[in-house]
C-alpha cells in the first residue's frame, strides 16, 4: 500500500484552494467544475500524496458522518505537515495569508524547527523541517 490522497472535507473547495495557494504557496492540481456538483473537489500539488478538498455534502455519499472543523471550534484529530528548509519564513508567509497563529517556530530536543498554525476551515496544519537522520 501506498498513501495517494490526504482528503480534507470543506464547506467550500475554492476558498480552502485559495487558501492553501496564499498561504502555503502551494500550486492548484485539479478542480471539478462539472455538474452536478462543480467545485465539489479540488486538488494540490504536495509531492507523491495528493492533498485534496471536498465538500462535505459529500461524506454522505459515502455514507459517512463528519464533525465540521470550523476556527473557533476544537481542530479535527488530525494535522498536516508540511515540510520546509525555512520554517520561520513559511510561518510567516502563512500568517500573511490568512494563516491563524497557534505555536511560533520552535527547535525540538531532536534537531526539528517546528510551529503550528490553522486554515481558514481550524484544521491544525504544522511547518517543519525534516527529521534529521542519523548517518
Given amino acids: 500500500m501506498k498513501l495517494g490522497y490526504v482528503l480534507l472535507y470543506v464547506p467550500d473547495v475554492v476558498a480552502a484552494i485559495e487558501f492553501y495557494e496564499r498561504a502555503f504557496g502551494l500550486k492548484r492540481r485539479f478542480l471539478y467544475t462539472d455538474e452536478p456538483m462543480p467545485n465539489s ?5 504536495t509531492g507523491s500524496t ?9 461524506a454522505a455519499q459515502h ?4 464533525a465540521e ?13 508540511f515540510l520546509t528548509d525555512d520554517v520561520p519564513a513559511a510561518y510567516a508567509h502563512a500568517l500573511a ?8 517556530p ?11 498554525v490553522l486554515d481558514l476551515h481550524g484544521f491544525l496544519i504544522e511547518l517543519c523541517t525534516p527529521i534529521p537522520t542519523s548517518a
Avoid at 473557533?72 to 498536516?80: D, F, N
Avoid at 520552535?106 to 503550528?116: L, R
Fill in 69 to 81: 472543523s470550523a476556527v473557533g471550534q476544537p481542530s479535527p484529530p488530525m494535522e498536516l505537515a
Fill in 106 to 116: 520552535e527547535q525540538k530536543p531532536w534537531g526539528q524547527i517546528v510551529a503550528y
Fill in 41 to 45: 473537489y479540488g486538488e494540490m500539488e
Fill in 50 to 58: 495528493v492533498l485534496g478538498f471536498v465538500i462535505r455534502e459529500m
Fill in 97 to 104: 495569508g490568512g494563516a491563524i497563529a497557534v505555536l511560533p
Fill in 63 to 66: 455514507r459517512a458522518t463528519i
